[in-house]
């Protein structure tokens, strides 16, 4: 139906002339948000990928360190006695001193790896150095057991077979046995040998603390761009809303108000049902519940963040203390367990903070690999594990997996455990009390042995 025009009709804005450039300018906004939105993922997957690359780097660089050492211990300990107390041939350090020799941690090995990672030549430069070192080391190492070899033969087993012990000079071979086991000892503690020992974890500490220095410079970066885009990306989608309920209202004022009054011109002489014009307001709100969405799955990743343990990456002990309120009125049986890393400062002490980082993350995956899901880091050296809908039974078998794990792995972690079959006999908090005096009094037992 046309209307006719008149001079009053001319006045004002039409509705093609609002809503096309409207449709246009949140065409564009929305093209920015979803720009931005990708863009903060690719950062955001840049970043995950930095701190993943960091510890794979440092994780290679400290096991030269590991490694270098063992192979140290070990053939130290057969060059310093190398028969056992029955007369034979202690082949107990040769047999340990064999199966690190087969892992794919040797100086070289490291380094070639680290030629492909993308870590600075300084980085690489130190790392060379510690192989070099290393490298030193085991030809010592080898050296000194072929000395030992000519004075008490190895036997022919495997995997002794496999160590590549060289071949003695001849003047070496000239000497007495008294003055080959002398100058075995003196390979492997030698000042040379024990400044290239010192300059392997010098050096590989040295690089791991550059990687990681520029990784955090590389992730403060990323993490400040992100936040950039974050902030872009607010503006758009609150320029998004505040264009549509300006929309809304100059609609209302030049459409919707005077199609009612139009309406009472109609025969049936009946009032518009005026909620049928705020379809718009319909379309406003489900445009927000989309931008809502969005924000509320950022604001998962932060609360994940904020919940999450970074150097370990168990729940942290808020999300513990979380679980707690929400299993107290659960009804269903639960087992509580805490547990004590043992000797965390003397590894601080004595092997650096680094280690005791290391040692708190080794402890981390026992913990988890046996108790499930909901494994927390309850403080500095402390953890803690809730157990729902379990039996004594299944409580025991994975306080033996714990066990089995925890001596497989060579780390020591005192424990304490408390069950029930119905939490709403006792309280969650009865049960940490009851599960911390049992840790305390295994940690008090681990302490007096050892």
């Not at 509580?336 to 708190?360: I, P, S, W």
Request: charged share 20%.
């Amino acid at each position: 139906m046309k209307i006719k025009k008149n001079s009053e009709s001319g006045k004002g804005i039409s509705v093609h002339a609002l809503v096309l450039p409207l449709v246009i300018v949140l065409a564009v906004l929305h093209v920015a948000i979803i720009g931005l939105f990708f863009s903060i993922s690719k950062e955001s997957n840049r970043l995950s990928s930095i701190m993943r690359n960091a510890g794979t780097y440092t994780q290679d660089a400290s096991s030269l360190i590991g490694g270098s050492s063992l192979l140290s211990e070990t053939a130290s300990s057969f060059v310093l006695m190398p028969l056992a107390e029955t007369g034979e041939v202690n082949v107990g350090p040769l047999m340990a001193y064999a199966q690190e020799l087969a892992v794919d941690r040797r100086g070289d090995q490291v380094m070639a790896r680290f030629q492909e990672y993308d870590v600075s030549e300084e980085a690489k430069a130190l790392l060379a150095q510690a192989a070099d070192s290393a490298n030193f080391m085991m030809e010592s190492q080898l050296h000194a057991i072929a000395l030992v070899n000519d004075v008490y033969p190895i036997p022919h087993i495997p995997p002794l077979t496999a160590i590549p012990l060289p071949e003695l000079t001849a003047e070496e071979m000239a000497m007495k046995d008294m003055q080959k086991l002398s100058a075995a000892r003196g390979l492997v503690l030698g000042t040379e040998y024990g400044l290239s020992k010192q300059n392997v974890s010098q050096m590989s500490g040295a690089c791991v603390a550059m990687i990681q220095q520029q990784a955090a410079q590389e992730s403060a970066r990323t993490a400040q761009h992100v936040g950039v885009l974050r902030a872009m990306m607010w503006v758009s989608t609150m320029s998004v809303v505040v264009i549509l309920i300006c929309a809304f209202i100059t609609l209302y004022l030049k459409v919707t108000r005077p199609l009612g009054r139009f309406e009472k011109l109609i025969p049936q002489d009946e009032p518009l049902d005026e909620k049928r014009g705020f379809r718009e307001v319909r379309l406003v709100a489900r445009a927000y519940n989309g931008v809502l969405k969005r924000r509320n799955d950022l604001d998962q990743i932060l609360r994940s963040a904020a919940e999450t343990d970074a150097l370990t990456n168990l729940p942290n002990r808020y999300r513990f203390e979380q679980c707690v309120v929400e299993s107290q009125g659960s009804g269903c049986s639960m087992a509580v367990a805490l547990f004590d890393v043992n000797y965390l400062k003397r590894t601080n002490d004595t092997e650096g903070h680094l280690a005791g980082d290391e040692l708190l993350r080794h402890a981390a995956d026992c913990i988890a690999a046996c108790f499930g899901e909901n494994c927390f880091r309850y403080g500095g050296d402390e953890f803690a594990a809730i157990v729902t809908d379990c039996t004594r039974n299944d409580i025991d078998e994975m306080i033996r997996k714990f066990e089995k794990k925890e001596e497989q792995e060579n780390v020591s972690i005192s424990m304490g455990c408390a069950y029930t079959d119905d939490i709403s006999k006792t309280t969650v908090q009865n049960l940490l009390e009851e599960a911390d005096r049992n840790m305390y009094a295994q940690k008090m037992i681990i302490h007096e042995q050892g």
